[in-house]
C-alpha cells in the first residue's frame, strides 16, 4: 500500500516536498515514481528512482527543480520540487514496481501499485 502525502497549496516560486509512505511489503525491491494528474489531462510522468536508488529520472518539465529520493529504512520515497509554476498543479500519485524496466518508466499503464493521490495546487 502506498501513502502520499504533502500536497498543499504553494505560492509560485515556492517549494515543496512529497512523501510517499509504503506499507505492507518492503520498498527496497521496487522502482518508485512520481506522477502527476492535472483536471482533463492524462497522467504523466515527473520522476522515478530504481530500486537500488542508483538512478533517477525526470520529465523535461521539472527537471532542475525536483529532486527524487529515496529511504528504504523508512519504506520511503520523496519529491522535492523547487521554483513551482502554476502549471505544476495536478493530483501527484506514487507508484511502485518490482519488475517495471528502464524503458518503460514514464508509462503510467506499466507501473503496477499507486497510492491515492495528493493535491498540489501553485497558485497566488
Known amino acids: 500500500q502506498l501513502q502520499a502525502s504533502g500536497g498543499g497549496l504553494v505560492q509560485p516560486g515556492g517549494s515543496l516536498t512529497l512523501s510517499c509512505a509504503v506499507s505492507?511489503?518492503?520498498?527496497?525491491?521496487?522502482?518508485m515514481g512520481w506522477f502527476r494528474q492535472a483536471p482533463g489531462k492524462e497522467r504523466e510522468f515527473v520522476a522515478a528512482?530504481?530500486?537500488?536508488?542508483?538512478?533517477?529520472h525526470y520529465a523535461d518539465s521539472v527537471k532542475g527543480r525536483s529532486s527524487i529520493s529515496r529511504d528504504n529504512a523508512k519504506n520511503a520515497v520523496y519529491l522535492q520540487m523547487n521554483s513551482l509554476k502554476p502549471e505544476d498543479t495536478a493530483v501527484y500519485y506514487c507508484?511502485?514496481?518490482?519488475?517495471?524496466?528502464?524503458?518503460?518508466?514514464?508509462?503510467?499503464?506499466?507501473?503496477?501499485?499507486w497510492g491515492q493521490g495528493t493535491l498540489v495546487t501553485v497558485s497566488s
Open positions: 505492507g511489503r518492503t520498498s527496497s525491491g521496487y522502482s
Open positions: 507508484a511502485a514496481d518490482s519488475r517495471i524496466i528502464l524503458s518503460s518508466l514514464r508509462n503510467a499503464r506499466l507501473w503496477g501499485y
Open positions: 528512482i530504481r530500486w537500488n536508488g542508483g538512478t533517477r
